[in-house]
């Protein structure tokens, strides 16, 4: 299933079943927040309600689609592309440390800045090298703490595109602080277009994640290119880590990173 959380004509926010090019809308009041809490029954069910008798039924190019989930309880992005992080090392004038062969690491991000998939976002305040960085998040359904990598799956309620924007020029500064990124980062995030449920990314499971291209264009011309099977920190294993010593909630977001080419 898609799921996609969108404005219509009346300026409401809903949300709905992607089928093809029409979104099969549930009841007002319905969040996908709200859907989540187990193993994706819920999500489910109510994927077959929208199919059996939505409440509305709308082209998806008339809809103006917000991030699926507008406000998530928190976000984490991880550092997960080994090409991306010898890339951004080298530049910097250093070799790979071995501890990140160890540790899945990653830092929040400002859950109250987070964009839908065709909205404007600000620039930074500050800065001159506004970047785009072409990534894939999960979303957490149900709740666990001290997960497993081989349990930790079962925890996640869909996929969706992520876009971390950057303020290159003062995550810089702060990073040579040894804390951050800070103002860098936490301006601006867009998720979207829509959630997908991971049944429907299954047939593509390969190594450590799935045979799927990933693409990022700026104004037509085509910036990156590179494979979601080619992580290093598979989702299991970084929502593990997630959770060691705390708890994941429905609704929280894991970005796995820039992609190599991102």
């Avoid at 080619?230 to 992609?259: H, K």
Wanted: charged content about 25%; proline content about 7%; hydrophobic content about 40%.
């Amino acid at each position: 299933m898609r799921w996609a959380t969108f404005r219509n004509a009346l300026g409401e926010q809903r949300v709905g079943l992607v089928e093809g090019d029409e979104i099969l809308a549930l009841g007002p009041g319905v969040t996908i927040l709200s859907l989540l809490g187990d193993d994706g029954e819920r999500l489910a069910a109510a994927g077959e309600q929208a199919r059996r008798d939505p409440s509305d039924v709308l082209r998806l190019d008339t809809a103006t689609l917000l991030a699926p989930i507008p406000h998530p309880l928190s976000v984490r992005d991880f550092y997960a592309f080994e090409q991306h992080v010898k890339t951004a090392r080298q530049r910097r004038g250093l070799e790979m440390d071995p501890d990140w062969y160890e540790i899945p690491v990653f830092y929040f991000s400002n859950p109250a800045a987070v964009f839908g998939p065709r909205s404007d976002v600000p620039m930074a305040p500050g800065t001159q090298q506004m970047d785009f960085e072409l990534e894939v998040a999960c979303v957490i359904g149900m709740p666990g703490r001290d997960l497993s990598p081989d349990k930790a799956g079962r925890h996640i309620a869909g996929f969706c595109v992520m876009n971390d924007w950057s303020a290159r020029d003062v995550q810089r500064r702060e990073m040579k602080l040894s804390m951050g990124p800070v103002k860098g980062k936490d301006f601006a995030t867009t998720l979207g277009p829509v959630l997908t449920t991971p049944d429907e990314l299954e047939p593509f499971r390969k190594a450590k994640a799935f045979d799927l291209l990933m693409t990022a264009t700026v104004n037509g011309e085509e910036y990156s290119r590179a494979w979601l099977a080619e992580i290093y920190w598979s989702f299991e294993e970084m929502l593990a880590y997630a959770s060691r010593g705390t708890e994941v909630v429905p609704g929280d977001v894991i970005g796995r990173g820039t992609c190599g080419t991102g």
